[in-house]
């Protein structure tokens, strides 16, 4: 689940307007590039460690708090489970909508506050 925001049609809070500020095309192009994934799939650069990473920094940055540091992060995190990947064991097809409607939700409320 993807959105797209439009800086005349939409509303923007503060804190998404500082994650705008701090971040940018130039800064995430050249995290992945700095990070080998240049050439991955969309899917697999934003389900990945470094992208956890990356947010984990822009958050830091929007509210000023002490920037993560890699070598300890990458160590601490797993990467985000593919959106199209199957049902969990025993659970079933509503389960996992309703799963992956939950984890969207989650995710849209770190990236966007």
């Known amino acids: 689940?993807?959105?797209?925001r439009s800086v005349q049609m939409d509303e923007w809070?503060?804190?998404?307007?500082?994650?705008m500020q701090i971040g940018g095309n130039q800064r995430m192009n050249d995290f992945w590039k700095a990070h080998g994934l240049q050439g991955a799939t969309t899917r697999d650069k934003y389900n990945s460690i470094p992208a956890?990473?990356?947010?984990?920094?822009?958050?830091?940055?929007r509210d000023?708090?002490?920037?993560?540091?890699?070598?300890e992060f990458k160590v601490s995190h797993k990467p985000v489970e593919p959106m199209g990947s199957g049902p969990r064991p025993g659970e079933s097809r509503e389960e996992k909508e309703?799963?992956?409607?939950?984890?969207?939700?989650?995710r849209l409320r770190a990236k966007f506050g």
């Open 1 to 4: 689940l993807s959105f797209v």
């Open 64 to 71: 000023g708090e002490p920037v993560p540091v890699w070598e």
């Open 13 to 19: 809070n503060e804190k998404q307007l500082r994650v």
């Open 98 to 106: 309703l799963r992956l409607r939950k984890e969207a939700e989650e």
């Open 52 to 61: 956890a990473f990356y947010r984990a920094v822009i958050r830091a940055e």
